[in-house]
């Protein structure tokens, strides 16, 4: 917030203010509940570690053709383990799909960031059962 204000006024501030306040506080909540978790096997920091990758190129090189507000919102509540990380990671999903459908008509990157997190939030469940021995599939 406070760079947005430092940086920018009117319309560009408001912007910045709606639609990336959400993805900071989110991203915030997301890496004290990881920091929480402890030790994890390589394979799951290598999960968290494309999808932070990817949410970061989009802003600053369009790059890929995914929304990395929907990748990161999907992916932070599918593997969340605390409900303060899971709440803001909704409301990130909820201002995204509002911005995306509805302001915007349409954006071609919402569908590829929402699989795209599913996806990854589900391969990193996964590493997350076989660690804990808690996988039955």
């Known amino acids: 917030m406070g760079y947005a204000v430092f940086f920018y006024e009117q319309q560009a501030l408001f912007y910045r203010l709606w639609y990336y306040t959400p993805a900071a506080a989110a991203a915030g909540a997301w890496c004290v509940g990881r920091l929480r978790e402890g030790t994890v096997a390589p394979a799951v920091w290598v999960a ?49 799909l509002y911005a995306k459908l509805v302001l915007w008509h349409g954006d071609l990157t919402l569908w590829p960031g929402l699989g795209l997190g599913g996806l990854l939030g589900a391969w990193r469940n996964r590493l997350t059962r076989v660690r804990e021995g808690n996988d039955n599939s």
């Open 48 to 96: 968290d570690g494309c999808v932070l990758a990817i949410a970061i190129a989009r802003p600053l090189w369009g790059l890929p053709p995914v929304s990395g507000h929907a990748l990161f919102a999907v992916y932070a509540w599918m593997t969340a383990r605390h409900r303060v990380t899971a709440s803001m990671a909704l409301l990130l999903l909820g201002v995204t």
